[in-house]
């Protein structure tokens, strides 16, 4: 099982990414998943997940700016992340546990004010 996050880069305030997650060796559509950030005190933050029925969830930090995603022909996740703020910035990672356990490399974010 692999796990790898892309698409991070720096955008302006206000600014729109789309991060990229390609999983390896499982299908993403028979889990939930997740995306999650780190703090600057190192901490795993969650901010979005879709279960295997396509509900998505959010934290409220990004409720309504922010959407989770999933392509089963692709076997990937996606996180379009539309109206960035300063506080957004932090790599993010995608991850098959909330734990954040298994998660792979993330990709950096970084939102200029």
């Known amino acids: 099982v692999q796990l790898q996050a892309s698409g991070g880069g720096l955008v302006q305030t206000g600014g729109s990414l789309r991060l990229s997650c390609a999983a390896y060796?499982?299908?993403?559509?028979?889990?939930?998943m997740y995306w999650l950030r780190q703090t600057p005190g190192k901490r795993l933050e969650w901010v979005s997940s879709?279960?295997?029925?396509?509900?998505?969830f959010y934290s409220d930090s990004v409720k309504g700016r922010f959407t989770i995603s999933r392509d089963s022909g692709e076997n990937a996740l996606y996180l379009q992340m539309d109206a960035l703020k300063p506080e957004d910035t932090a790599p993010y990672f995608c991850?098959?546990?909330?734990?954040?356990?298994?998660r792979g490399q993330g990709t950096l974010v970084t939102v200029s004010s």
């Open positions: 060796g499982f299908t993403i559509g028979n889990y939930w």
């Open positions: 991850a098959r546990d909330r734990s954040g356990l298994g």
């Open positions: 879709i279960n295997s029925a396509g509900d998505t």
